[in-house]
């Protein structure tokens, strides 16, 4: 099992769901629709399952006439993530979702449907049984990023009190993986945490 399956897809519990299928009837992606359908073209699996499931709405008034409360919380966490740009956000609905809120392949379901929210900073529907484990996911992702930048801060105190020119460049080795660490958040606003 992969590090993210162990700390992240295999703690996810799945009684959570509230089977509304909200998260099906409305959905958009980090990657503009146009660029989706290039990626897909290319030949790139993700891309492809995702546009073999999901179809595009008209326009984001569509989307918002299907499930307002969705269309509005998930521009409202774009924006307030600095990540909001209207050109570029396409919702979607899945092709499988029933009249009874259910997946009419649901055995047969691709991995990107079997590891929704997949991940904690995964965008849920209000009231969604998800919101609060994401929530708390979130909070100990920062927590991580936090005790990194608390060791920068004790390498940067140890390096001041060595002058070996070895014992620095390991330091700065280790710096520089922490920043690499940290920067990987950085979409989610790590420099304010």
Known sequence: MSSYEENYLARRPEYLCHMCGKCCR???????????????QKGEKGASDFLSLFEPYESIEVARKVDAAVVDNIINRLIDDGN???EEITFYCCKYLGDDNLCSRYHTRLTLCRHCPSSPWSIVPPGCGFEGWLFWQREQEKQKVRLLKEE???L???KH???DSQMLDKIDSVQSKIRKNINLY???GSENW
Do not use: D
């Not at 409305?26 to 897909?40: A, D």
């Open 156 to 158: 940067e105190l140890l």
């Open 26 to 40: 409305v959905v958009t992606t980090s990657i503009p629709y146009k660029e989706l359908k290039k990626r897909s």
């Open 161 to 163: 009190r060595t002058s």
């Open 186 to 188: 950085k979409r989610y």
């Open 84 to 86: 909001y740009n209207e």
């Open 152 to 154: 920068l801060i004790e």
